[in-house]
């Protein structure tokens, strides 16, 4: 008994002769790159509100609650204001009688606390500022 060897070419010919929209590989990389780029320009494509802070998002929705006093029962009509506090450290403290409800840190530093209330302070090695959010309800 004889045994002849053949070649992957030999035994994958007669296939791609039967199936001639067979995609060769550099067809496949050309497909798979261009959805990735398609992909890629619908995610920037996704609206972004650069009008407004979320700070001034989520004051307006605390002052439009407030202004709805009929779902609240309330003899008080109270007003809340806001400030910033900047300071050129990693510590920011609020005035007093005002409460921090946010902080940002400088050198895109995410990494903050709120202590006592009314002190922020940014977590991260390099900082240059910190802003503390002060409110109050009076």
């Given at each position: 008994m004889v045994y002849k060897s053949i070649s992957s070419g030999q035994v994958l010919e007669p296939f791609l002769r039967f199936c001639p929209g067979t995609p060769t590989l550099n067809r496949m990389k050309t497909t798979t790159f261009s959805l990735l780029i398609c992909i890629s320009l619908l995610q920037l494509m996704v609206p972004v509100n650069?009008?407004?802070?979320?700070?001034?998002?989520?004051?307006?929705?605390?002052?439009?609650?407030?202004?709805?006093?009929?779902?609240?029962?309330?003899?008080?009509?109270?007003?809340?204001?806001?400030?910033?506090?900047?300071?050129?450290?990693?510590?920011?403290?609020?005035?007093?009688?005002?409460?921090?409800?946010?902080?940002?840190?400088?050198f895109a530093c995410g990494s903050w606390e709120i202590q006592n209330g009314d002190t922020c302070n940014c977590l991260c090695?390099?900082?240059?500022?910190t802003t503390a959010r002060c409110c109050q309800l009076s």
């Open positions: 650069t009008d407004e802070t979320i700070e001034i998002i989520v004051e307006k929705k605390v002052k439009e609650l407030l202004a709805n006093q009929d779902n609240y029962p309330s003899t008080v009509t109270k007003t809340l204001s806001c400030t910033s506090v900047k300071s050129m450290n990693r510590w920011a403290s609020c005035p007093t009688g005002m409460t921090a409800t946010g902080c940002a840190c400088g090695l390099l900082i240059d500022w």
